[in-house]
Protein backbone atom coordinates (compact mmCIF):
# COMPACT_ATOMS: atom_id res chain seq x y z
CA UNK A 1 0.00 0.00 0.00
CA UNK A 2 1.66 3.23 -0.83
CA UNK A 3 2.87 4.94 1.77
CA UNK A 4 0.42 8.59 1.31
CA UNK A 5 -2.30 6.15 1.58
CA UNK A 6 -1.05 4.81 4.54
CA UNK A 7 -0.65 8.52 6.13
CA UNK A 8 -4.38 8.81 5.34
CA UNK A 9 -5.98 6.51 6.98
CA UNK A 10 -4.03 7.17 10.01
CA UNK A 11 -5.41 10.58 10.05
CA UNK A 12 -8.46 9.43 9.54
CA UNK A 13 -8.32 7.28 12.88
CA UNK A 14 -10.49 8.84 15.33
CA UNK A 15 -13.37 9.35 12.45
CA UNK A 16 -12.57 5.68 11.75
CA UNK A 17 -12.82 4.83 15.21
CA UNK A 18 -16.44 6.91 15.43
CA UNK A 19 -17.82 4.72 12.52
CA UNK A 20 -16.33 1.29 13.97
CA UNK A 21 -18.48 2.38 17.19
CA UNK A 22 -21.53 3.44 15.44
CA UNK A 23 -21.80 0.66 13.22
CA UNK A 24 -21.35 -2.14 16.45
CA UNK A 25 -24.34 0.18 18.35
CA UNK A 26 -26.33 -0.59 15.16
CA UNK A 27 -26.27 -4.33 15.76
CA UNK A 28 -27.98 -5.91 17.97
CA UNK A 29 -25.85 -8.12 20.41
CA UNK A 30 -26.08 -12.07 19.92
CA UNK A 31 -24.73 -12.24 23.14
CA UNK A 32 -23.74 -10.50 26.47
CA UNK A 33 -20.14 -10.43 25.41
CA UNK A 34 -21.68 -8.89 21.93
CA UNK A 35 -22.33 -5.94 24.05
CA UNK A 36 -20.89 -3.01 21.73
CA UNK A 37 -20.58 -1.16 24.94
CA UNK A 38 -17.96 -3.92 25.96
CA UNK A 39 -16.66 -4.32 21.77
CA UNK A 40 -15.99 -0.95 21.73
CA UNK A 41 -12.90 -0.88 23.95
CA UNK A 42 -11.68 -3.37 21.27
CA UNK A 43 -11.34 -0.87 18.09
CA UNK A 44 -8.51 1.06 19.38
CA UNK A 45 -6.18 -1.95 19.89
CA UNK A 46 -7.69 -3.37 16.70
CA UNK A 47 -6.92 -0.28 14.83
CA UNK A 48 -3.56 0.05 15.55
CA UNK A 49 -2.60 -4.01 14.50
CA UNK A 50 -4.01 -3.48 11.49
CA UNK A 51 -2.80 0.12 10.79
CA UNK A 52 0.98 -1.15 12.04
CA UNK A 53 0.90 -4.15 9.90
CA UNK A 54 -0.03 -2.13 6.96
CA UNK A 55 3.01 -0.36 7.71
CA UNK A 56 5.27 -3.35 7.71
CA UNK A 57 4.15 -5.63 5.17
CA UNK A 58 7.47 -7.57 5.11
CA UNK A 59 6.80 -8.72 9.19
CA UNK A 60 3.56 -10.51 8.37
CA UNK A 61 3.31 -13.76 7.14
CA UNK A 62 0.98 -13.17 3.81
CA UNK A 63 -2.35 -15.48 4.04
CA UNK A 64 -2.85 -18.95 1.15
CA UNK A 65 -5.80 -17.01 0.37
CA UNK A 66 -8.37 -13.99 0.71
CA UNK A 67 -10.68 -15.35 3.86
CA UNK A 68 -14.52 -14.34 2.80
CA UNK A 69 -15.89 -11.75 5.27
CA UNK A 70 -17.25 -12.96 8.04
CA UNK A 71 -15.77 -16.64 7.33
CA UNK A 72 -14.99 -18.15 10.32
CA UNK A 73 -14.68 -21.40 11.69
CA UNK A 74 -17.10 -20.58 15.01
CA UNK A 75 -19.58 -23.61 14.74
CA UNK A 76 -21.71 -22.20 17.48
CA UNK A 77 -22.03 -18.82 15.86
CA UNK A 78 -22.02 -16.92 19.45
CA UNK A 79 -18.37 -15.60 18.93
CA UNK A 80 -18.48 -11.76 19.94
CA UNK A 81 -16.01 -10.55 17.45
CA UNK A 82 -18.16 -11.56 15.17
CA UNK A 83 -19.96 -8.31 14.68
CA UNK A 84 -16.45 -6.39 15.99
CA UNK A 85 -14.92 -7.54 13.06
CA UNK A 86 -17.74 -6.80 10.58
CA UNK A 87 -18.19 -3.40 11.49
CA UNK A 88 -14.38 -2.69 11.58
CA UNK A 89 -13.87 -3.74 7.81
CA UNK A 90 -16.87 -2.17 6.88
CA UNK A 91 -15.46 1.31 8.66
CA UNK A 92 -11.90 0.88 7.01
CA UNK A 93 -13.10 -0.15 3.83
CA UNK A 94 -14.93 3.40 3.92
CA UNK A 95 -12.43 5.26 5.31
CA UNK A 96 -9.71 3.99 2.19
CA UNK A 97 -12.59 4.38 -0.21
CA UNK A 98 -12.93 8.38 0.81
CA UNK A 99 -9.03 8.53 1.70
CA UNK A 100 -7.97 7.23 -2.31
CA UNK A 101 -11.47 10.07 -3.15
CA UNK A 102 -9.96 12.69 -1.48
CA UNK A 103 -5.67 12.61 -2.41
CA UNK A 104 -4.49 12.02 -6.10
CA UNK A 105 -6.23 9.52 -7.95
CA UNK A 106 -4.64 6.54 -7.89
CA UNK A 107 -5.32 3.92 -11.32
CA UNK A 108 -7.82 1.17 -10.83
CA UNK A 109 -4.99 -1.72 -10.40
CA UNK A 110 -3.54 0.67 -7.64
CA UNK A 111 -7.34 0.68 -5.87
CA UNK A 112 -7.94 -2.82 -5.91
CA UNK A 113 -3.96 -3.56 -4.90
CA UNK A 114 -5.12 -0.89 -1.87
CA UNK A 115 -8.49 -2.57 -1.29
CA UNK A 116 -6.79 -6.33 -1.21
CA UNK A 117 -4.09 -5.70 1.07
CA UNK A 118 -6.38 -4.13 3.57
CA UNK A 119 -8.62 -7.23 3.68
CA UNK A 120 -5.92 -9.54 3.86
CA UNK A 121 -4.40 -7.94 7.14
CA UNK A 122 -7.77 -7.60 8.19
CA UNK A 123 -9.11 -10.48 7.64
CA UNK A 124 -6.08 -12.17 8.89
CA UNK A 125 -6.46 -10.70 12.44
CA UNK A 126 -10.09 -11.39 12.67
CA UNK A 127 -9.49 -15.21 11.94
CA UNK A 128 -7.05 -15.22 14.20
CA UNK A 129 -8.51 -13.65 16.74
CA UNK A 130 -11.92 -15.24 16.26
CA UNK A 131 -9.94 -18.65 16.42
CA UNK A 132 -8.02 -17.59 19.63
CA UNK A 133 -11.84 -16.92 21.36
CA UNK A 134 -13.54 -20.06 19.98
CA UNK A 135 -10.49 -22.12 21.32
CA UNK A 136 -12.23 -20.96 24.64
CA UNK A 137 -16.17 -21.42 24.19
CA UNK A 138 -18.10 -23.87 26.56
CA UNK A 139 -20.01 -25.15 23.53
CA UNK A 140 -17.41 -26.21 21.18
CA UNK A 141 -18.06 -30.22 20.62
CA UNK A 142 -15.23 -31.67 22.35
CA UNK A 143 -12.83 -33.76 20.16
CA UNK A 144 -11.16 -36.98 21.62
CA UNK A 145 -8.36 -38.31 20.03
CA UNK A 146 -9.57 -41.99 20.36
CA UNK A 147 -11.19 -43.64 22.88
CA UNK A 148 -9.32 -44.75 25.93
CA UNK A 149 -8.61 -48.21 25.40
CA UNK A 150 -10.41 -51.11 27.52
CA UNK A 151 -8.51 -52.43 31.01
CA UNK A 152 -7.61 -56.24 30.22
CA UNK A 153 -9.46 -58.66 32.38
CA UNK A 154 -7.59 -59.65 35.74
CA UNK A 155 -5.35 -62.93 35.30
CA UNK A 156 -6.62 -66.06 37.10
CA UNK A 157 -3.95 -65.90 39.38
CA UNK A 158 -3.99 -62.36 40.08
CA UNK A 159 -3.72 -61.26 43.60
CA UNK A 160 -7.16 -59.60 44.61
CA UNK A 161 -5.62 -58.29 47.77
CA UNK A 162 -3.15 -56.24 45.26
CA UNK A 163 -2.62 -52.50 46.27
CA UNK A 164 -3.85 -49.64 43.90
CA UNK A 165 -0.49 -47.98 43.52
CA UNK A 166 3.22 -49.56 42.55
CA UNK A 167 5.22 -50.62 44.84
CA UNK A 168 7.56 -47.64 44.78
CA UNK A 169 4.81 -45.34 45.88
CA UNK A 170 3.48 -48.27 48.80
CA UNK A 171 6.92 -47.19 50.17
CA UNK A 172 6.10 -43.35 50.28
CA UNK A 173 3.12 -43.87 51.27
CA UNK A 174 3.87 -46.91 54.57
CA UNK A 175 4.58 -44.93 57.50
CA UNK A 176 3.72 -41.56 58.28
CA UNK A 177 6.94 -38.90 59.02
CA UNK A 178 8.20 -38.78 62.36
CA UNK A 179 6.67 -35.75 64.66
CA UNK A 180 5.20 -32.85 63.89
CA UNK A 181 7.37 -32.09 60.73
CA UNK A 182 8.06 -33.46 57.84
CA UNK A 183 11.19 -35.08 57.42
CA UNK A 184 14.06 -32.60 56.75
CA UNK A 185 12.03 -29.80 57.27
CA UNK A 186 13.51 -28.67 60.15
Known amino acids: MQAALLEALARRAPAIRARWADLLRAEPAASPLANPETLVHLVGWTLRTVLRRLHAPGTRRRPRRLHARGESSCPCGQNPLRAHFAAGEQALQEALVLSQAEGPHPSPAERDAALLELNLVFRDLARREMTAFCALCLRR ?25 PARARRRHAAPPPGPFPAGAG
Do not use: I, N
Open 141 to 165: PRQLAAPPAPRPPPSPGARRDSPPF
